[in-house]
């Protein structure tokens, strides 16, 4: 998403491109607007009985994959986003090698444990920094987890996966030194776009360790018809988002346990969730399944109310069908939405007011229309009014600038770590 825009200005004349980033550094730093957090809170959170999100357990394993592995494939066979991620590598004189990055490689194992399966590899580290890379996959309660030996190489040296949901994760921390502490970013469609990169960038000088989530690896097709099947269709779209709502959670907790294994100072250290876009919807949740272990979250152009954001946010626009695959009038979707936002559920409508008062900072962009800016003042009203700083521009003009922000947002966290 972000990378479309930023190559729109780098097609500009040069001296145009700079007038414009000029322009646009102008705007935000003159016209960003702070909002203190209210003095309390306006709505307490509920208790809520969700059913348990269910994924098969694995018993807590270990094991190395190297010397001789050549190829990690997992897929996720999906009807709304299937997915493919494949891990290659290339033997070069006794050492291994990523094919695409050609960066050597010093580790690739296979860990399992009560939240699912998790394929990692740790690069060499180059000045000074270890950056990491895993694919997490999981399996239903009502299919057929394979065994351990089946999630082991063949005698290729492949592994092969097929599974019902999966995570891609990137780490980086610095080596000989204690981190300040793990900052987990969910990020938006499509992966580690460039906000990611560049707020990570600017956590890992900071001496955080930092996980980039994937919450989407493939972003889902513009006007998709979405059918809800089942006699009642607000209950069928609520099933879709929680199976997503239960992956993060269920990924985020191997990946934070895979990441106090590899250093353990994290375990004592301060946990801070940051949502971007996508990534944003989900958090509300994750942090509701970690409650006291969070020190602070931080939501960038969130939302609240899927049923709303997924039918008119501009990347995705979809359409609700019944079984039969006709489309709802608006009126019965005026309807359906009523009875979404009375059955309560993962979404961060009802999650919200479970968010830390003081140490939730909620970033939006005034006229964003891929989240829509309406639904991101729901976010924030639900949430208690935290802290929030709006930027005026749309979603892509946020991202686009995010190189100013980071700074920002890291100080924040730090003021409200330390």
């Known amino acids: 998403m972000v990378a479309h825009d930023a190559s729109v200005t780098l097609m500009m004349?040069?001296?145009?491109?700079?007038?414009?980033?000029?322009?646009?550094?102008?705007?935000?730093?003159c016209s960003m607007e702070r909002v203190p957090a209210s003095v309390q809170k306006t709505a307490s959170l509920p208790k809520y009985d969700f059913s348990s999100c269910k994924f098969h357990t694995f018993s807590i394993t270990n094991t190395s994959l190297?010397?001789?592995?050549?190829?990690?494939?997992?897929?996720?066979?999906?009807?709304?986003?299937?997915?493919?991620?494949?891990?290659?590598?290339?033997?070069?004189?006794?050492e291994l090698f990523g094919k695409q990055t050609r960066k050597r490689i010093e580790d690739v194992n296979l860990e399992t444990n009560e939240f699912g399966v998790l394929y990692y590899l740790n690069y060499a580290p180059e000045y000074g920094v270890q950056d990491s890379l895993g694919r997490w996959c999981c399996w239903n309660i009502d299919t057929k987890a394979p065994t351990h030996d089946q999630l082991m190489p063949d005698e290729l040296q492949m592994v092969h996966i097929d599974s019902d949901g999966g995570m891609?994760?990137?780490?980086?921390?610095?080596?000989?030194i204690e981190p300040r502490g793990l900052a987990m970013i969910l990020c938006g469609l499509g992966g580690m776009q460039h906000s990611s990169r560049t707020l990570g960038s600017e956590l890992l000088q900071d001496n955080w360790a930092v996980v980039y989530l994937y919450t989407v690896l493939n972003v889902p097709k513009y006007r998709m018809k979405v059918k809800l099947m089942g006699e009642n269709p607000v209950d069928a779209a609520i099933e879709i988002f929680d199976k997503k709502y239960c992956q993060v959670i269920a990924a985020s907790k191997a990946i934070r346990t895979r990441?106090?294994?590899?250093?353990?100072?994290?375990?004592?250290?301060?946990?801070?969730?940051?949502?971007?876009?996508?990534?944003?919807?989900?958090?509300?949740?994750l942090y509701h399944e970690l409650q006291d272990e969070v020190d602070v979250v931080i939501l960038?152009?969130?939302?609240?109310?899927?049923?709303?954001?997924?039918?008119?946010?501009?990347?995705?626009?979809?359409?609700?069908?019944?079984?039969?695959?006709?489309?709802?009038?608006?009126?019965?979707?005026?309807?359906?939405?009523?009875?979404?936002?009375?059955?309560p559920s993962r979404d961060a409508y009802f999650l919200a007011p479970g968010l830390p008062h003081d140490k939730t900072l909620i970033i939006?962009?005034?006229?964003?229309?891929?989240?829509?800016?309406?639904?991101?003042?729901?976010?924030w009203?639900?949430?208690?009014?935290?802290?929030?700083?709006?930027?005026?521009?749309?979603?892509?003009?946020?991202?686009?600038?995010?190189?100013?922000?980071?700074?920002d947002i890291v100080q924040w966290l730090d003021d409200h770590t330390n």
């Open 259 to 285: 990441m106090e294994h590899q250093l353990p100072s994290l375990q004592n250290a301060p946990l801070a969730l940051i949502g971007i876009s996508a990534g944003a919807l989900n958090t509300p949740a």
């Open 13 to 29: 004349h040069p001296m145009k491109a700079v007038l414009v980033i000029c322009v646009l550094s102008f705007c935000v730093n």
């Open 300 to 343: 960038v152009a969130g939302g609240a109310n899927m049923f709303d954001i997924v039918q008119d946010g501009a990347f995705t626009n979809w359409k609700f069908t019944d079984y039969e695959g006709d489309t709802f009038s608006p009126k019965e979707l005026q309807r359906m939405n009523n009875t979404f936002l009375n059955t």
């Open 66 to 94: 190297l010397p001789n592995i050549r190829l990690i494939d997992c897929e996720v066979e999906h009807e709304l986003v299937p997915e493919t991620v494949e891990f290659e590598f290339t033997h070069k004189s006794g």
């Open 168 to 176: 891609v994760y990137r780490a980086s921390w610095n080596i000989d």
């Open 364 to 379: 939006h962009a005034k006229w964003d229309a891929v989240v829509p800016a309406e639904n991101g003042d729901i976010l």
């Open 381 to 407: 009203e639900r949430a208690g009014k935290p802290e929030r700083w709006v930027y005026p521009s749309g979603h892509l003009g946020l991202f686009m600038t995010f190189d100013w922000h980071s700074p």
